[in-house]
């Protein structure tokens, strides 16, 4: 249901499970599982403090940057969203996700 882009509340507590102590708390993979989920049911807080956490962890993982990039566009965050771009900027411009982000609408000069 995530790769439908229409995952439920179903999907979202198989992500919680999955995270749990007792499986996998520090799977990079299921919390960007997770925060699809949030961003396709529309809950970009949830989905941006999801890819936020995860950049904490891996500042050099790529998985879910353009989305992370759409949601800063969205909400209007253009500073986070510059500053993303930046970063992404300096590691590979030629990395045709980094160029996904930097198509994204940056209102500050790079």
Same mark, same amino acid.
């Given at each position: 249901?995530?790769n439908?882009?229409?995952p439920?509340?179903?999907?979202?507590?198989?992500?919680?499970?999955?995270?749990?102590?007792s499986?996998f708390p520090?799977s990079?993979?299921?919390? @960007?599982?997770?925060?699809?989920?949030?961003?396709?049911?529309?809950?970009? @807080?949830?989905?941006?403090?999801?890819?936020?956490?995860?950049?904490?962890?891996?500042?050099?993982?790529l998985?879910?940057?353009?989305?992370? @990039?759409?949601?800063?566009?969205?909400?209007?965050?253009k500073?986070?969203?510059?500053?993303l771009?930046?970063?992404?900027?300096?590691?590979?411009?030629?990395?045709p996700?980094?160029?996904?982000?930097?198509?994204t609408?940056?209102?500050?000069?790079?």
């Open positions: 249901m995530n439908l882009h229409c439920g509340d179903q999907e979202l507590a198989f992500c919680n499970r999955l995270l749990a102590q499986f520090n990079l993979w299921i919390m @960007s599982l997770r925060a699809h989920v949030f961003y396709n049911a529309h809950d970009f @807080s949830a989905a941006r403090g999801q890819f936020e956490a995860i950049l904490a962890i891996d500042p050099h993982r998985g879910g940057a353009n989305i992370l @990039s759409n949601i800063y566009y969205v909400t209007g965050n500073v986070a969203l510059t500053k771009a930046r970063t992404f900027l300096e590691l590979d411009k030629d990395r996700e980094i160029c996904g982000i930097l198509g609408p940056i209102y500050i000069i790079l």
